[in-house]
C-alpha cells in the first residue's frame, strides 16, 4: 500500500508569505494528524481529524494556522503569514478507525518549512 | 501535563557496542509506550510498542525495551548495534483516557553507529 505522502517535502517563504501543506494518508485511514518539531526539540503534537472532523485541535499554535481535510481525504495546513518561529519539520500521520488506542501511526517523511 | 524526556540527545558508538537509550515520562494514569526510528531520508517508523502484559517488548531489528511502571521509564536496548542502526530514535506516550491516539513525544536521540 501507499504511505502517508506529504508535499512539498522543503519549502523556503519569507516572513509574511503564506504557505500550504499537504499530507494525502494511506487509502481508508479515517485518523489524520499533524504533529510539528523544531529544531532539535520534540515533536509536538498539532491537530487531529477523524474523517473531515476536528477531533482535537489543542496543539494548534494560534490562529495563524489554519488545518482542513475537506471530504475526509487529504489535509492542507495552512500557515498566514508566516513568521520566523513557524519554522520547522511538519509531519503528517494517518491510522486506521479501529482500535483507538493501539493503531500505530503511519507517519510522511514530513515538510521542512524554513521562514526566513 | 504529560510529557517525555529523553536522557540523551546524541549517543555514538562503534559496531557491536551495546546500547541503551533512556526513556521516562510523566503521567500518573494507564499509558501505551512506543519508541519511533527515523533513519536518514525517511519518514518516522515504528520500532516497538507497550500496552500491556509483558513489560519486556521486543521489536523489530532485535530492538527491546522494559517498562518499569515504578520508574515511569520504557528504556531501549540493543545488545549489539550494527551501523545500519545510525539514526534518531523517539520515544513516545500515549494516555489511554478517553479519545484516541495522542502521541506525546520526546525530543529525540541522535544515534551514531560508527564501524
Known amino acids: 500500500e501507499a504511505g502517508v505522502t506529504q508535499f512539498p517535502s522543503h519549502s523556503v517563504i519569507e516572513k509574511g508569505q503564506t504557505v500550504t501543506l499537504r499530507c494525502d494518508p494511506i487509502s481508508g485511514h479515517d485518523n489524520l494528524y499533524w504533529y510539528r518539531r523544531v529544531m532539535g526539540k520534540e515533536i509536538k503534537f498539532l491537530l487531529h481529524f477523524v474523517k473531515e472532523s476536528k477531533q482535537d485541535e489543542s496543539g494548534m499554535p494560534n490562529n495563524r494556522f489554519l488545518a482542513e481535510r475537506t471530504g475526509g481525504t487529504y489535509s492542507t495546513l495552512k500557515v498566514q503569514p508566516a513568521e520566523l518561529e513557524d519554522s520547522g519539520v511538519y509531519f503528517c500521520?494517518?491510522?486506521?478507525?479501529?482500535?483507538?488506542?493501539?493503531?500505530?501511526?503511519?507517519f510522511g517523511n514530513g515538510t521542512r518549512l524554513t521562514v526566513t | 501535563a504529560q510529557s517525555v524526556s529523553q536522557h540523551n540527545h546524541h549517543v555514538i558508538l562503534s559496531e557491536a557496542a551495546s546500547l541503551e537509550l533512556g526513556c521516562n515520562y510523566s503521567y500518573g494514569g494507564t499509558v501505551n509506550l512506543f519508541w519511533y526510528v527515523q533513519y536518514p531520508g525517511q519518514h518516522l517508523q515504528l520500532l516497538l510498542k507497550?500496552?500491556?502484559?509483558?513489560?519486556l517488548v521486543k521489536g523489530i531489528k532485535g530492538f527491546e525495551a522494559e517498562f518499569i511502571k515504578s520508574k515511569f521509564s520504557f528504556n531501549l536496548r540493543k545488545p549489539s548495534v550494527q551501523w545500519s542502526d545510525t539514526a534518531e530514535y523517539f520515544c513516545a506516550v500515549n494516555a489511554v483516557s478517553g479519545g484516541y491516539n495522542k502521541l506525546i513525544f520526546g525530543a529525540g536521540t541522535r544515534l551514531a553507529v560508527h564501524p
Open positions: 507497550y500496552f500491556s502484559g509483558d513489560p
Open positions: 500521520a494517518s491510522s486506521p478507525r479501529e482500535g483507538k488506542y493501539n493503531s500505530p501511526l503511519h
